[in-house]
């Protein structure tokens, strides 16, 4: 990955103008995707078609294939969290999360899901701790500042 790409796309999540820092938001996700070219970009696109027509165990499996065979992808391990979350297996999810960031700490999508799944599993404190620190890569996410509150008034 394109290190001053990046950088400038962080920088542009940061921006006042909403189109700016959803190109960037846009071309994060474009980048993350094809992170391991045209075989990974392939397998993500055809797991994503599966849960469309409700083959969950075959997209499952496509993505822990290509997890076996790319464990250094980012990108799958948070759409296995996803399919994980969507099917209220949230500690799975959660330890898939926290794969994905740590192979991409700059991934708001999977801070987002920690938080997600940290709140699913009731532990509103650790909820809170991550939708933070989505929010310090993508400080406009409304949806992240709206759960922060969620889980304060959980707490209470």
Same mark, same amino acid.
């Given at each position: 990955m *394109?290190?001053?790409?990046i950088d400038q796309l962080l920088e542009d999540l940061k921006n006042a103008d909403?189109?700016?820092? !959803?190109?960037?938001? %846009?071309?994060?996700?474009? =980048? #993350?995707f094809q992170q391991k070219g045209i075989y990974g970009w392939e397998i993500l696109q055809r797991s994503q078609a599966l849960l469309q027509t409700g083959e969950v165990a075959q997209a499952e499996a496509a993505l822990t294939q290509l997890i076996t065979d !790319?464990? *250094? +992808?980012? &990108?799958?391990?948070n759409q296995r969290a996803i399919l994980y979350f969507t099917?209220?297996?949230? %500690?799975?999810?959660?330890? *898939?999360?926290?794969?994905?960031? !740590?192979?991409?700490?700059?991934? +708001?999508?999977? #801070?987002?899901? =920690?938080?997600?799944?940290?709140?699913?599993? &009731?532990?509103?404190?650790a909820a809170i701790q991550a939708f933070r620190r989505a929010?310090? =890569? !993508?400080?406009?996410?409304?949806?992240?500042?709206?759960?922060?509150? %969620?889980?304060?008034?959980?707490?209470?």
């Open positions: *394109d290190k001053s790409l909403e189109t700016v820092r !959803q190109w960037a938001t %846009e071309e994060l996700w474009r =980048i #993350w !790319q464990p *250094d +992808f980012a &990108e799958a391990w099917l209220g297996q949230y %500690e799975k999810s959660l330890k *898939d999360c926290q794969m994905t960031v !740590q192979l991409n700490p700059i991934h +708001f999508g999977a #801070w987002h899901g =920690i938080g997600l799944c940290h709140a699913a599993l &009731e532990d509103y404190s929010l310090e =890569i !993508q400080p406009f996410a409304l949806e992240n500042q709206r759960l922060i509150l %969620e889980c304060i008034a959980r707490l209470s």
